[in-house]
């Protein structure tokens, strides 16, 4: 847990109208306010950013100079940025009918929630990658438990009688290009026992395929 110690400990210093602050570095909550701030097409964003970054008013961010200003989304920008790659984030819900804003944040807390029993505001009071981390394992465990239960049934059968496998997570293989699952089937049988992998199906070997 070094990693997520130091991403919580870490803060930055900020110039605004010729005094200088100290920022911490946003909890989940604020990770979701900043970056809708973030995305906004209004040209005042970068003022509504450092004033919700720093906890600081909007007057008194506008107070200051263009350039302290400036200086400041930059560094805070930095300092809020997300630290690693969370790939079921990328491959969300499509938006239709039962979409609404923050609806992101609100499956977060309802899958952190019903797992673990946590308030809200515990929730609320995460790092965001803790929070990933924590929603990445609990994916991946209810799908192996729905992988489990559909294995043991009798749902799944084709017409030719044969069991078909339980649907993989887009966002866990599509991570793969096409050029890495080549050079997956690409591994030679002698590579195979020196990394301790039992080869299944087609074998290349030095002398051809087996």
């Known amino acids: 847990m070094n990693f997520l110690t130091e991403i919580r400990q870490l803060s930055a210093r900020v110039v605004l109208g010729g005094l200088e602050y100290e920022v911490k570095r946003g909890r989940l909550l604020k990770h979701f306010v900043l ?3 973030a995305l906004r097409p209004e040209p005042d964003r970068v003022v509504e950013y450092v004033a919700e970054a720093s906890e600081l008013t909007r007057v008194r961010v506008e107070c200051a ?11 805070l920008t930095e300092l809020n940025r997300l630290h690693g790659v ?3 984030m990328s491959h969300s819900h499509r938006r239709g009918p039962l979409d609404y804003e923050g609806r992101s944040l609100s499956t977060i807390v309802h899958l952190i929630a019903s797992s673990y029993g946590w308030t809200r505001d515990q929730i609320f009071n995460l790092i965001p990658e803790e929070a990933f981390f924590y929603v990445l394992e609990i994916l991946l465990e209810r799908h192996e438990e729905r992988d489990f239960q559909y294995n043991l049934s009798q749902v799944g059968y084709g017409r030719d009688g044969k069991k078909m ?3 993989r997570l887009a966002w866990v293989w599509s991570e793969r290009s096409s050029q890495s699952r080549r050079e997956f089937f690409k591994i030679t049988e002698d590579e195979a026992r020196e990394r301790g992998i039992i080869p299944m199906g087609l074998v290349i070997t030095e002398l051809g395929r087996n």
Do not use: K
Request: charged share 5%; proline share 15%.
């Open 35 to 37: 970056q809708a701030i």
């Open 65 to 75: 100079s263009f350039s302290e200003v400036l200086s400041a989304y930059q560094t």
């Open 165 to 167: 496998p339980f649907p």
């Open 86 to 88: 969370f790939p079921f």
